[in-house]
Nanobody, 125 residues
């Protein structure tokens, strides 16, 4: 069974940077895409950045393109989300996820096989 361990997050001023990390453990962790989703109060959870199991295919939501970068260490099955130029509208709980469907990254909630516990990112104006 795959387990996810997240780290990072916190409070940052507008224009600042943060980095989120997620380590996946389990014998099949390397077979699936991974990514980051976020959910702000009153909104649905949305995929913002995902990466394929080989680390060679990435997908970004328009809202974070050019500001966020996802990367994957395939040897360790860790995924990192580097966030720059953060805005107050980026405030949300961020969830690491590993997909349950092969052939991704799909970066959609229906494709997720396992969620991390979530970490809060707050961007002050």
């Amino acid at each position: 069974q795959v387990q996810l361990a997240e780290s990072g997050g916190g409070l940052v001023e507008s224009g600042g940077s943060l980095r989120l990390s997620c380590a996946a453990s389990g014998s099949t962790a390397g077979d699936y895409g991974m990514g980051w989703f976020r959910q702000a109060p009153g909104t649905e959870r949305e995929g913002i950045a995902c990466i394929g199991n080989r680390g060679d295919i990435t997908w970004y939501a328009d809202s974070v393109k050019g500001r966020f970068t996802i990367s994957r260490d395939t040897a360790k099955n860790t995924v990192t989300l580097q966030m720059h130029n953060l805005k107050p509208e980026d405030t949300a709980v961020y969830y690491c996820a590993i997909e349950g469907l092969r052939g991704g990254p799909w970066c959609a909630p229906y494709s997720v096989g396992k969620w991390g516990q979530g970490t809060l990112v707050t961007v002050s104006s």
